[in-house]
Protein backbone atom coordinates (compact mmCIF):
# COMPACT_ATOMS: atom_id res chain seq x y z
CA UNK A 1 0.00 0.00 0.00
CA UNK A 2 1.56 3.51 -0.85
CA UNK A 3 0.07 7.09 -0.45
CA UNK A 4 1.09 8.51 -3.49
CA UNK A 5 -0.51 12.05 -2.65
CA UNK A 6 -0.07 13.68 0.83
CA UNK A 7 -2.92 15.21 2.49
CA UNK A 8 -3.46 18.77 2.78
CA UNK A 9 -3.56 19.84 6.75
CA UNK A 10 -7.29 20.97 7.51
CA UNK A 11 -7.69 23.02 11.03
CA UNK A 12 -10.19 21.07 13.26
CA UNK A 13 -13.97 21.51 12.44
CA UNK A 14 -16.42 22.08 14.62
CA UNK A 15 -18.63 19.05 15.55
CA UNK A 16 -18.02 15.50 13.87
CA UNK A 17 -15.05 14.93 11.81
CA UNK A 18 -15.82 13.54 8.61
CA UNK A 19 -13.67 11.26 5.67
CA UNK A 20 -14.83 10.16 2.58
CA UNK A 21 -13.37 7.01 0.79
CA UNK A 22 -14.09 6.09 -2.79
CA UNK A 23 -12.74 2.90 -4.24
CA UNK A 24 -11.65 2.92 -7.41
CA UNK A 25 -9.82 0.02 -9.86
CA UNK A 26 -10.68 0.78 -13.35
CA UNK A 27 -9.25 3.34 -15.95
CA UNK A 28 -12.57 3.46 -18.01
CA UNK A 29 -13.87 5.23 -14.68
CA UNK A 30 -11.39 7.90 -14.48
CA UNK A 31 -13.64 10.72 -15.63
CA UNK A 32 -16.46 9.33 -13.42
CA UNK A 33 -13.82 9.36 -10.59
CA UNK A 34 -12.86 12.94 -11.41
CA UNK A 35 -16.91 13.90 -11.38
CA UNK A 36 -17.37 12.40 -8.18
CA UNK A 37 -14.43 13.87 -6.24
CA UNK A 38 -15.56 17.66 -8.01
CA UNK A 39 -19.26 16.64 -7.01
CA UNK A 40 -17.26 15.86 -3.02
CA UNK A 41 -15.83 19.44 -2.52
CA UNK A 42 -18.54 21.32 -3.60
CA UNK A 43 -21.31 19.92 -1.40
CA UNK A 44 -22.00 22.31 1.26
CA UNK A 45 -20.13 20.07 3.82
CA UNK A 46 -16.33 19.49 2.26
CA UNK A 47 -15.10 15.95 4.03
CA UNK A 48 -12.22 16.80 6.71
CA UNK A 49 -10.45 14.04 4.57
CA UNK A 50 -11.20 12.30 1.06
CA UNK A 51 -9.43 9.70 0.14
CA UNK A 52 -9.18 7.83 -3.15
CA UNK A 53 -8.13 3.98 -2.77
CA UNK A 54 -7.20 2.04 -6.27
CA UNK A 55 -7.56 -1.23 -6.47
CA UNK A 56 -4.72 -2.59 -8.01
CA UNK A 57 -3.93 -1.01 -10.48
CA UNK A 58 -0.87 0.84 -10.89
CA UNK A 59 -1.58 2.45 -13.99
CA UNK A 60 -4.91 3.80 -13.14
CA UNK A 61 -3.15 4.75 -9.68
CA UNK A 62 -0.30 6.73 -11.56
CA UNK A 63 -3.05 8.71 -13.84
CA UNK A 64 -4.89 9.79 -11.04
CA UNK A 65 -2.10 11.04 -9.06
CA UNK A 66 -2.12 13.46 -12.10
CA UNK A 67 -5.44 14.61 -12.11
CA UNK A 68 -6.98 14.61 -8.33
CA UNK A 69 -6.53 17.70 -6.13
CA UNK A 70 -3.74 17.97 -3.85
CA UNK A 71 -5.61 17.83 -0.52
CA UNK A 72 -7.11 14.03 -1.80
CA UNK A 73 -5.06 11.19 -0.23
CA UNK A 74 -4.09 8.53 -2.78
CA UNK A 75 -3.86 5.03 -1.75
CA UNK A 76 -2.88 1.90 -3.60
CA UNK A 77 -3.82 -1.89 -2.50
CA UNK A 78 -1.82 -4.85 -3.63
CA UNK A 79 -4.67 -7.60 -3.27
CA UNK A 80 -7.37 -7.46 -6.03
CA UNK A 81 -10.91 -6.56 -3.90
CA UNK A 82 -13.37 -3.96 -2.81
CA UNK A 83 -13.47 -4.91 0.43
CA UNK A 84 -10.23 -4.64 0.90
CA UNK A 85 -9.89 -1.67 -0.26
CA UNK A 86 -12.34 0.01 1.81
CA UNK A 87 -10.39 -1.12 4.57
CA UNK A 88 -7.66 0.35 3.58
CA UNK A 89 -9.30 3.74 3.45
CA UNK A 90 -10.49 3.28 6.50
CA UNK A 91 -7.24 2.33 8.19
CA UNK A 92 -5.77 5.52 6.48
CA UNK A 93 -8.36 7.85 7.84
CA UNK A 94 -8.52 10.01 11.69
CA UNK A 95 -12.05 11.30 11.15
CA UNK A 96 -15.07 10.56 13.67
CA UNK A 97 -17.07 9.49 10.77
CA UNK A 98 -16.33 7.47 7.36
CA UNK A 99 -18.55 7.38 4.46
CA UNK A 100 -18.09 5.53 1.25
CA UNK A 101 -19.61 6.33 -2.26
CA UNK A 102 -18.98 4.59 -5.44
CA UNK A 103 -16.61 5.94 -8.04
CA UNK A 104 -19.04 5.92 -10.41
CA UNK A 105 -21.58 8.09 -7.97
CA UNK A 106 -21.99 11.97 -7.61
CA UNK A 107 -22.96 13.22 -4.57
CA UNK A 108 -26.10 16.08 -3.64
CA UNK A 109 -24.60 19.24 -2.26
CA UNK A 110 -26.30 18.33 1.16
CA UNK A 111 -25.25 14.67 1.25
CA UNK A 112 -22.40 14.97 3.66
CA UNK A 113 -24.32 18.01 5.86
CA UNK A 114 -27.48 15.60 6.04
CA UNK A 115 -25.63 12.20 6.67
CA UNK A 116 -23.95 14.14 9.85
CA UNK A 117 -26.42 15.72 11.21
CA UNK A 118 -28.23 11.69 11.37
CA UNK A 119 -25.05 10.98 13.68
CA UNK A 120 -26.34 13.40 16.39
CA UNK A 121 -28.08 10.60 17.89
CA UNK A 122 -25.58 8.86 19.61
CA UNK A 123 -27.93 5.69 19.26
CA UNK A 124 -26.88 5.61 15.84
CA UNK A 125 -23.63 3.96 14.25
CA UNK A 126 -24.21 4.11 10.36
CA UNK A 127 -26.39 5.84 8.21
CA UNK A 128 -27.32 4.91 3.86
CA UNK A 129 -29.33 7.04 1.86
CA UNK A 130 -31.23 6.43 -1.25
CA UNK A 131 -29.17 5.50 -4.71
CA UNK A 132 -30.57 7.29 -7.72
CA UNK A 133 -29.82 5.99 -11.18
CA UNK A 134 -27.98 8.04 -13.60
CA UNK A 135 -28.73 6.35 -17.08
CA UNK A 136 -25.70 6.24 -19.85
CA UNK A 137 -28.57 4.68 -22.16
CA UNK A 138 -31.89 3.72 -22.37
CA UNK A 139 -33.72 2.38 -19.31
CA UNK A 140 -35.95 -0.13 -21.45
CA UNK A 141 -37.01 -2.86 -19.11
CA UNK A 142 -35.14 -2.33 -16.00
CA UNK A 143 -38.22 -1.39 -13.77
CA UNK A 144 -37.81 -0.05 -10.02
CA UNK A 145 -38.57 -3.30 -8.61
CA UNK A 146 -34.68 -4.43 -10.36
CA UNK A 147 -32.89 -1.24 -9.85
CA UNK A 148 -30.65 -3.29 -7.05
CA UNK A 149 -29.66 -5.18 -10.00
CA UNK A 150 -27.56 -2.01 -11.15
CA UNK A 151 -26.73 -0.76 -7.48
CA UNK A 152 -29.14 1.40 -6.75
CA UNK A 153 -32.45 2.18 -4.44
CA UNK A 154 -34.88 -0.03 -5.86
CA UNK A 155 -38.34 -0.53 -4.66
CA UNK A 156 -39.71 -2.61 -2.22
CA UNK A 157 -36.76 -0.95 -0.01
CA UNK A 158 -37.58 1.56 2.96
CA UNK A 159 -38.40 5.40 1.70
CA UNK A 160 -38.44 7.08 4.46
CA UNK A 161 -36.45 7.60 7.73
CA UNK A 162 -35.72 4.96 9.45
CA UNK A 163 -33.96 2.26 10.79
CA UNK A 164 -32.73 -0.25 8.33
CA UNK A 165 -30.56 -3.44 8.40
CA UNK A 166 -27.63 -2.58 6.44
CA UNK A 167 -26.93 0.78 3.74
CA UNK A 168 -26.07 0.12 0.42
CA UNK A 169 -22.60 0.03 -0.76
CA UNK A 170 -22.61 3.27 -2.74
CA UNK A 171 -23.82 5.56 -0.05
CA UNK A 172 -23.05 4.38 3.21
CA UNK A 173 -20.92 6.15 6.55
CA UNK A 174 -20.33 4.68 10.09
CA UNK A 175 -18.54 5.67 13.23
CA UNK A 176 -15.14 4.98 12.51
CA UNK A 177 -14.35 3.59 15.90
CA UNK A 178 -16.82 1.03 16.23
CA UNK A 179 -16.18 0.00 12.39
CA UNK A 180 -12.64 -0.83 13.14
CA UNK A 181 -13.79 -2.08 16.47
CA UNK A 182 -16.41 -4.84 14.80
CA UNK A 183 -13.33 -5.58 12.44
CA UNK A 184 -14.26 -3.54 9.04
CA UNK A 185 -15.28 -5.06 5.93
CA UNK A 186 -15.19 -8.89 5.57
CA UNK A 187 -12.88 -9.61 2.53
CA UNK A 188 -14.77 -12.65 1.71
CA UNK A 189 -17.68 -10.76 0.63
CA UNK A 190 -17.76 -8.21 -2.12
CA UNK A 191 -16.90 -7.61 -5.35
CA UNK A 192 -12.89 -8.52 -6.50
CA UNK A 193 -12.47 -7.55 -10.00
CA UNK A 194 -14.60 -9.13 -12.47
CA UNK A 195 -16.64 -11.29 -10.65
CA UNK A 196 -19.42 -10.23 -9.02
CA UNK A 197 -19.11 -11.21 -5.69
CA UNK A 198 -21.34 -9.01 -3.38
CA UNK A 199 -22.86 -8.33 -0.23
CA UNK A 200 -20.07 -7.48 1.80
CA UNK A 201 -22.34 -4.53 3.50
CA UNK A 202 -25.09 -6.65 4.21
CA UNK A 203 -22.59 -9.04 5.89
CA UNK A 204 -21.29 -5.69 8.11
CA UNK A 205 -25.11 -4.34 8.78
CA UNK A 206 -25.69 -8.06 10.34
CA UNK A 207 -22.23 -8.13 12.28
CA UNK A 208 -23.21 -4.98 13.63
CA UNK A 209 -26.45 -5.29 14.67
CA UNK A 210 -25.60 -8.81 16.32
CA UNK A 211 -22.46 -6.84 18.69
CA UNK A 212 -25.31 -3.83 19.22
CA UNK A 213 -28.82 -4.59 18.38
CA UNK A 214 -30.97 -3.33 16.22
CA UNK A 215 -32.28 0.17 15.09
CA UNK A 216 -28.44 1.18 14.81
CA UNK A 217 -28.47 1.98 11.31
CA UNK A 218 -30.71 4.76 10.16
CA UNK A 219 -32.23 5.53 6.24
CA UNK A 220 -31.82 9.37 5.80
CA UNK A 221 -33.82 10.00 2.18
CA UNK A 222 -32.28 13.34 2.04
CA UNK A 223 -28.70 12.45 1.80
CA UNK A 224 -28.84 11.71 -1.90
CA UNK A 225 -26.46 9.91 -4.52
CA UNK A 226 -26.46 9.41 -7.94
CA UNK A 227 -25.05 6.53 -9.60
CA UNK A 228 -23.70 5.88 -13.29
CA UNK A 229 -25.62 3.17 -14.67
CA UNK A 230 -24.01 2.07 -18.22
CA UNK A 231 -25.78 0.93 -20.75
CA UNK A 232 -23.91 -2.60 -20.65
CA UNK A 233 -25.89 -3.24 -16.78
CA UNK A 234 -28.75 -2.86 -18.69
CA UNK A 235 -28.70 -6.25 -20.29
CA UNK A 236 -29.89 -9.77 -19.65
CA UNK A 237 -26.11 -10.78 -19.00
CA UNK A 238 -26.21 -8.68 -16.25
CA UNK A 239 -29.44 -9.28 -14.40
CA UNK A 240 -28.78 -13.05 -14.89
CA UNK A 241 -24.76 -12.49 -13.48
CA UNK A 242 -25.82 -10.15 -10.30
CA UNK A 243 -28.94 -12.33 -9.57
CA UNK A 244 -26.49 -15.21 -9.44
CA UNK A 245 -24.21 -13.71 -7.34
CA UNK A 246 -26.64 -12.16 -4.80
CA UNK A 247 -28.53 -15.22 -4.17
CA UNK A 248 -25.10 -17.16 -3.02
CA UNK A 249 -24.19 -14.63 -1.09
CA UNK A 250 -27.79 -14.12 0.69
CA UNK A 251 -27.48 -17.92 1.19
CA UNK A 252 -24.02 -18.31 2.59
CA UNK A 253 -25.51 -15.29 5.33
CA UNK A 254 -28.19 -17.93 5.97
CA UNK A 255 -27.04 -19.79 7.03
CA UNK A 256 -23.96 -17.96 9.16
CA UNK A 257 -26.92 -15.84 10.86
CA UNK A 258 -29.80 -17.59 10.67
CA UNK A 259 -33.06 -17.05 9.68
CA UNK A 260 -33.65 -13.47 10.04
CA UNK A 261 -30.70 -12.66 8.26
CA UNK A 262 -32.52 -12.66 4.83
CA UNK A 263 -36.17 -11.49 6.32
CA UNK A 264 -35.98 -8.36 3.92
CA UNK A 265 -35.35 -10.36 0.97
CA UNK A 266 -38.21 -12.51 1.64
CA UNK A 267 -40.82 -10.06 1.92
CA UNK A 268 -39.46 -8.34 -1.51
CA UNK A 269 -39.78 -11.21 -3.03
CA UNK A 270 -43.45 -11.96 -1.79
CA UNK A 271 -43.75 -7.84 -2.86
CA UNK A 272 -43.07 -9.13 -6.09
CA UNK A 273 -44.56 -12.36 -6.55
CA UNK A 274 -48.02 -10.73 -5.32
CA UNK A 275 -47.94 -7.15 -6.42
CA UNK A 276 -45.07 -6.23 -9.28
CA UNK A 277 -45.38 -9.06 -11.38
CA UNK A 278 -48.67 -9.52 -11.80
CA UNK A 279 -49.10 -5.87 -12.19
CA UNK A 280 -46.59 -5.95 -14.54
CA UNK A 281 -48.00 -8.74 -16.91
CA UNK A 282 -51.48 -7.15 -17.04
CA UNK A 283 -49.84 -4.26 -18.29
CA UNK A 284 -48.06 -6.18 -21.16
CA UNK A 285 -51.42 -7.68 -22.27
CA UNK A 286 -54.38 -5.64 -22.21
CA UNK A 287 -52.03 -2.25 -23.04
CA UNK A 288 -49.44 -4.33 -25.54
CA UNK A 289 -46.68 -2.68 -23.18
CA UNK A 290 -43.90 -4.69 -24.76
CA UNK A 291 -41.82 -2.87 -21.76
CA UNK A 292 -43.97 -4.12 -19.27
CA UNK A 293 -43.92 -7.68 -20.67
CA UNK A 294 -40.09 -8.06 -20.56
CA UNK A 295 -40.06 -6.33 -17.46
CA UNK A 296 -42.07 -8.86 -15.97
CA UNK A 297 -40.01 -11.47 -17.20
CA UNK A 298 -37.00 -9.82 -16.16
CA UNK A 299 -38.35 -9.95 -12.34
CA UNK A 300 -39.56 -14.09 -12.78
CA UNK A 301 -35.86 -14.69 -14.61
CA UNK A 302 -34.18 -12.94 -11.79
CA UNK A 303 -36.02 -14.58 -8.71
CA UNK A 304 -35.26 -18.04 -10.10
CA UNK A 305 -31.80 -17.17 -10.95
CA UNK A 306 -31.43 -15.88 -7.58
CA UNK A 307 -33.24 -18.83 -5.62
CA UNK A 308 -31.09 -21.16 -7.58
CA UNK A 309 -28.09 -19.11 -6.13
CA UNK A 310 -29.12 -18.75 -3.00
CA UNK A 311 -29.59 -22.71 -3.10
CA UNK A 312 -25.94 -23.46 -3.87
CA UNK A 313 -24.46 -20.17 -0.91
CA UNK A 314 -26.51 -22.48 1.75
CA UNK A 315 -24.63 -25.71 0.26
CA UNK A 316 -21.20 -23.98 0.40
CA UNK A 317 -21.32 -22.90 3.73
CA UNK A 318 -22.98 -26.42 4.93
CA UNK A 319 -19.83 -27.85 3.50
CA UNK A 320 -17.80 -25.80 5.55
CA UNK A 321 -19.50 -26.19 8.55
CA UNK A 322 -19.28 -29.87 7.92
CA UNK A 323 -16.56 -31.77 9.77
CA UNK A 324 -13.47 -33.16 8.17
Request: proline share 5%.
Amino acid sequence: MTSIVPARGRAEPVGLTAAVVVCTSSRRRVALVCDCIDALLAGDRKPDELIVVVDNNRSLASELAGLLPCDVRLLETRRQGLSGARNLGLAACRADVVAFVDDDATVDVRWLSTTLAAFADPHILAVGGPVVPRWGGERRWMCDALLWVVGCTYSGHRQDAGPIRNPIGCNMAFRRRELVALGSFATSFGKRGNALQTCDETELGLRLERAHGAGRIRYVPEARVHHFVPPTRVSWRHLIRRSLAEGIAKGRLQRIYSLPAVGPERSYARLLVTATLPRLLLDGVRRGDRQSALGAGAILASLLVTAAGFAAGLARERRRDAPQ
